[in-house]
């Protein structure tokens, strides 16, 4: 019988979540890696066995953990049980975590710090992992300060794709949270189009694997910078796509929420009725490439829902027009956000769409929104959802 | 044998208990501690001092016999009392918390 499975990152570790088909009955593992802050956990389309967490923390810096059982067992890459890659005393080979920028012999570029001033690349975390859809063994890191990892070894080793930060990267500035690279989208008809988002610099789209990048961000107007309408620096918080659609993109930026449908060449709003257009998720239904779903955040300062009312918005038309879903959520005194990587849907009849909060709490809708339900409501604060189906 | 005495996060992505006890060949420095811990437990490589630049972590900091040797050359030769084990080598986490 099919089923899913949530991989679950918190600021605490990160939890596996499983059910069958039906949705209703769950089982909940972990915490993993407890103490540590899981930025993000993905499973290969592939091989849904094959999971890359990143694990994370300020003290102790960065750590890539893979499970090739489905999350029951974990390790570093490049020291799998049972296999010889120890060393001599016996210890596994933690080769996984580094990260080096690639300045082909050159000095370090600077980006712009929060105060204008140019500030040399330092890596920090992961913020997010993007498996290869064809290759168990590739996989894309999205990383602050900003760049695009690649490993063809399972994680073991990673290299950075750096004509990306040559696309004008001593223009770009971090946002709140940081310089995050936060969306890896791979054609799913052109593997070598990918297409990424930085806060705070915008979306980049390369059609040759990496080797070159162009800025993708016409159409986008964001009144909080000098220039509203700058090729770069725009705070573009998630980019959502369907499978069946890959030059349709949807966006929720720092404020509206837009759409393209010639591959970011040209975007245009499709905010509409949206009580707020500030948010961060976005996501698609797995099965209408024109449904679309958003959270509306109240912002600037605040970051919880508007009006203490927990609620998804869905579009059927695109965008533009756009309904609450609000059964099984909470209506009163909710005060929660939804982190940018905490939305995600599964591949069902009925589509599943699953949600996760700075409250602990993690929502699955097995109607495609129409109700929700709590899978768990007490976890450490979720930084990311990912939904395997499982056959 | 060097005595380190790592913190508790650290200890459990190493598979360890209590102090971790090394061999150091030549003078016992930082440099040459951290360099042997890393040798036999791979998987803190990262942990505590940069993979690229090698430097100390911003969040931790180092003790020998109840100095804070952080912002000493990792050259500088350790206390005799650490280069023989009477006292650890302490790597400590800052008190970020509240």
């Given at each position: 019988?099919s089923?899913?499975?949530?991989?679950v990152?918190?600021?605490?570790?990160?939890?596996?979540?499983?059910?069958?088909?039906?949705?209703?009955?769950?089982?909940?593992?972990?915490?993993?890696?407890?103490?540590?802050e899981?930025y993000?956990?993905?499973?290969?389309?592939?091989?849904?066995?094959?999971?890359?967490c990143?694990?994370s923390?300020?003290w102790?810096g960065q750590?890539i953990?893979?499970?090739?059982?489905?999350?029951?067992?974990?390790?570093q890459?490049?020291?799998?049980a049972?296999?010889?890659?120890?060393n001599?005393?016996?210890?596994?080979?933690?080769?996984?975590?580094?990260?080096?920028?690639?300045?082909a012999g050159?000095?370090?570029?600077?980006?712009?710090w929060?105060?204008?001033t140019?500030?040399?690349?330092?890596?920090?975390?992961v913020?997010?992992l993007?498996?290869?859809l064809?290759?168990p063994?590739i996989?894309?890191a999205?990383?602050?300060?900003?760049a695009?990892?690649r490993?063809t070894?399972?994680?073991?080793n990673?290299?950075?794709?750096?004509?990306l930060?040559?696309q004008?990267g001593?223009a770009?500035?971090?946002?709140?949270?940081g310089?995050?690279l936060?969306t890896?989208?791979?054609?799913p008809?052109?593997?070598?189009r990918?297409?990424?988002?930085?806060s705070a610099?915008g979306?980049?789209?390369?059609?040759?694997g990496?080797?070159?990048?162009?800025p993708?961000?016409?159409g986008?107007?964001?009144?909080?910078?000098p220039?509203?309408?700058a090729?770069?620096?725009?705070?573009?918080?998630?980019?959502a796509?369907?499978?069946s659609?890959?030059?349709?993109?949807?966006?929720q930026?720092?404020?509206?929420v837009l759409?393209?449908d010639?591959?970011?060449?040209?975007w245009?709003e499709?905010?509409?009725?949206?009580?707020?257009?500030?948010?961060?998720v976005v996501?698609?239904h797995?099965?209408?490439?024109?449904?679309?779903?958003?959270?509306?955040?109240?912002?600037?300062?605040?970051?919880?829902?508007?009006?203490?009312?927990?609620?998804?918005?869905?579009s059927?038309?695109?965008g533009?027009e756009?309904?609450?879903?609000?059964k099984g959520?909470?209506q009163?005194?909710c005060?929660?956000n939804?982190?940018?990587?905490?939305?995600?849907?599964?591949?069902l009849?009925s589509c599943?769409?699953y949600?996760?909060?700075?409250?602990?709490q993690?929502?699955?809708?097995?109607d495609?929104?129409?109700?929700?339900?709590?899978?768990?409501r007490?976890?450490?604060?979720?930084?990311?959802?990912?939904?395997?189906?499982?056959? | 044998?060097?005595?380190?005495?790592?913190?508790s996060?650290l200890?459990?992505?190493a598979g360890?208990?209590?102090?971790v006890?090394?061999?150091?060949?030549?003078p016992?420095t930082?440099?040459t501690?951290?360099?042997?811990l890393?040798?036999?437990?791979?998987?803190l490589?990262g942990?505590i001092r940069?993979?690229?630049?090698?430097?100390?972590?911003?969040?931790?900091?180092f003790?020998?016999c109840?100095?804070?040797?952080?912002?000493?050359?990792?050259d500088?030769?350790?206390?005799?009392?650490v280069?023989?084990g009477?006292?650890?080598?302490?790597?400590v986490?800052?008190?970020?918390?509240?």
């Amino acid at each position: 019988m099919s089923g899913v499975r949530v991989l679950v990152g918190t600021r605490k570790g990160a939890f596996v979540l499983t059910a069958d088909g039906k949705r209703k009955k769950w089982d909940v593992s972990g915490p993993h890696f407890a103490g540590w802050e899981i930025y993000h956990l993905k499973g290969s389309p592939v091989d849904p066995d094959r999971i890359y967490c990143s694990q994370s923390n300020s003290w102790f810096g960065q750590i890539i953990q893979r499970s090739d059982d489905g999350g029951k067992t974990w390790h570093q890459p490049g020291t799998p049980a049972g296999q010889e890659l120890k060393n001599p005393e016996g210890f596994p080979m933690g080769e996984s975590n580094k990260f080096v920028y690639d300045t082909a012999g050159q000095s370090l570029t600077t980006h712009q710090w929060y105060d204008g001033t140019q500030h040399p690349w330092e890596f920090k975390r992961v913020w997010h992992l993007e498996p290869s859809l064809s290759d168990p063994e590739i996989v894309y890191a999205g990383v602050e300060d900003a760049a695009l990892f690649r490993s063809t070894d399972g994680g073991k080793n990673w290299h950075e794709l750096p004509a990306l930060r040559a696309q004008q990267g001593a223009a770009w500035m971090p946002g709140a949270g940081g310089m995050g690279l936060h969306t890896i989208l791979i054609d799913p008809k052109n593997p070598d189009r990918i297409y990424i988002a930085i806060s705070a610099a915008g979306a980049f789209r390369t059609d040759d694997g990496g080797k070159h990048w162009k800025p993708i961000n016409r159409g986008l107007n964001s009144r909080y910078i000098p220039n509203p309408t700058a090729e770069i620096g725009h705070c573009v918080h998630r980019i959502a796509m369907h499978p069946s659609k890959p030059n349709t993109l949807f966006m929720q930026k720092h404020w509206d929420v837009l759409r393209t449908d010639d591959a970011g060449d040209n975007w245009h709003e499709v905010s509409g009725n949206l009580p707020t257009d500030f948010g961060f998720v976005v996501d698609v239904h797995a099965h209408e490439p024109e449904t679309v779903y958003v959270v509306p955040i109240k912002s600037d300062a605040e970051h919880y829902v508007p009006d203490g009312k927990l609620r998804v918005y869905r579009s059927k038309t695109g965008g533009n027009e756009w309904e609450p879903l609000t059964k099984g959520l909470p209506q009163e005194h909710c005060y929660v956000n939804v982190l940018r990587d905490a939305m995600s849907v599964d591949q069902l009849d009925s589509c599943g769409v699953y949600f996760g909060t700075t409250g602990g709490q993690v929502y699955c809708s097995a109607d495609a929104g129409d109700s929700w339900a709590a899978i768990v409501r007490d976890l450490p604060a979720v930084l990311s959802v990912e939904v395997q189906t499982l056959s | 044998m060097i005595r380190v005495e790592l913190p508790s996060p650290l200890r459990r992505l190493a598979g360890v208990e209590g102090e971790v006890t090394l061999d150091v060949p030549g003078p016992v420095t930082p440099r040459t501690i951290l360099d042997a811990l890393e040798a036999r437990y791979p998987m803190l490589r990262g942990t505590i001092r940069d993979r690229d630049t090698g430097k100390r972590r911003p969040m931790l900091r180092f003790f020998a016999c109840e100095e804070d040797v952080s912002h000493e050359s990792v050259d500088q030769p350790l206390p005799s009392a650490v280069a023989t084990g009477a006292e650890p080598f302490l790597i400590v986490g800052a008190v970020a918390g509240g």
